[in-house]
């Protein structure tokens, strides 16, 4: 297993840069990137959306479409829950396993005490732990998992994450009938729930795609406080995690068939691309955004898809599809989270912003 | 420590200002324009209804017909409220539909709808004024304040 990935760094840009960008966070020595010798295997995926994001471009991947937005049930939280409760449970069954398979679920999403997955938690009984990470979680939650299983402590382990429109929109922003105008960088709560199982590596499941690393996020913030304009907050996490992926895991960015950041939106990633260009890095056609290719331009959706949502559905179909077929073959997932709260902003604090990132690889073609 | 704070400051200032530069703005001619018309549009069928409820009931005070016409006008919000389509038109007005007697009949009924899951009390009677409160305190102290200007110093006169 060791042999399948390159340990041989590139020259680091890290010194060569020093002068560019100057921040205290980047160049320090510790060492960020986590390695999975035992390549956890993503065995199982379900993703479902509401209406509006099947009717995006990606809509024919989705595996479950909703069409009423409160599922049936009283209030949209109760809908949010329903939702979150039918991706896990279509993730255990596309992953040929039962519920008593499942060691651990590692879940989280938007909502004050992250009720939702703790209330779905409830109903399907396994061991759970809860991660905040804002639009992060997805990758934080990977991320613990495939810890956990490379460890060799669990066998499987469920992450899920969800998001619901009018949920966020309460908790952030203001009643939904209200009239008010949004600023044209303003984003979409993404509608929809994901749930992924990582399972060890086995002869059985060898025929899956592998997390190979995962590196952790440090909470990065350049002094933005509009509640609205989330891309340009988040960007300068993204920029952190993406320069360490590629100056310290040992790939380039071109090594990667696809470098995905989650919820920038359209202004947030062209910010990305400037930032990155200003730190020497050029990304090219394989990078894209999430929250950009989410909902069509009809829509109106200003700057694209945001929430926890926005790129696990996005990673549990499209991309996983992808990858399953071995059409890419190394791939880099960037999450990135606003952690603010509205009381924060209100009281003039800036928004401290985080990304995750793990890269997955094809289980087909590769270095072998 | 302090040289530190100022590279971070200098360095958040820089960003920020960068990050002004690239946001779209709203064009201010369109939304001018937009609330311009949307809100004449609500004044005009303001005065329409008035003007109607003269015409037809001569015996009416001029203050009772003000009345009557802001009560049509704010019962007409609410349903459009709870039919779903006044945040489509405000997206569009913005202050047009904001600043009318509608804007603030919306405010209310979005409000009451969107908190009525908890409860009558600890929901809509609680959450009512979440949107709509900084209108009526500030309205009773500046209406305070020029109350008071006008008793002292124009009453003197």
Known sequence: ?????????????????????????????????MRFFNTPR???????????????????????CETDDKLGEKTFERAEIRMFDTAVRGAIRDAKLGIEDIDLMVSGDLLNQMTTSSYAARDIGVPHIGVYGACSTMTESLLVAATMVDGGYYKNVLCATCSHFATAER?????????????????????????????????AVKRFPKIVMAIPGIITDFGTNDLNNMGAAMAPAAMNTMFTLVTETGYSEDDFDLIITGDLGKLGSDILRDLMRKSGIKLGQNYIDCGNMIYDVYQKCYQGGSGCACSATIFNSFIMDKLCSGEYKRVAYLATGALMSTQSCYQGETIPCISHAVIVESPYGGEE | MSEKTNAVKSRNDRYNKYVDTVSPK????????????????????????SDILAFSMPSLSKDMVANITSMILVTVAILFTGLGFYDVIARQGGAGSFLPITGFANAMASASMEFKTEGLIFGTSAKLFTVVGPVVVNGVVWSTLAGLINLWILGAY
């Open chain 1, 42 to 64: 993503i065995v199982g995926r379900m993703s479902v959306v509401g209406e509006k994001e099947s009717k995006g471009p990606l809509g024919k991947y989705f595996h479950k």
């Open chain 1, 1 to 33: 297993m060791e042999s399948e990935i390159k340990h041989t760094i590139p020259k680091s840009r890290t010194e060569e840069n020093a002068g560019i960008f100057p921040s205290p966070t980047y160049f320090s020595p510790r060492q960020r990137v």
């Open chain 2, 26 to 49: 709203t064009s201010v001619p369109k939304a001018l324009w937009h609330s311009f018309w949307i809100g004449g549009v609500t004044c005009m069928i303001g005065q329409g209804i």
């Open chain 1, 171 to 203: 908790q952030f922003r203001f009643p939904l009938e209200y009239g008010c105008q949004r600023p044209p960088y303003a984003q979409w709560t993404v509608t929809g729930a994901a749930a992924s199982v990582v399972s060890a590596n086995t002869e």
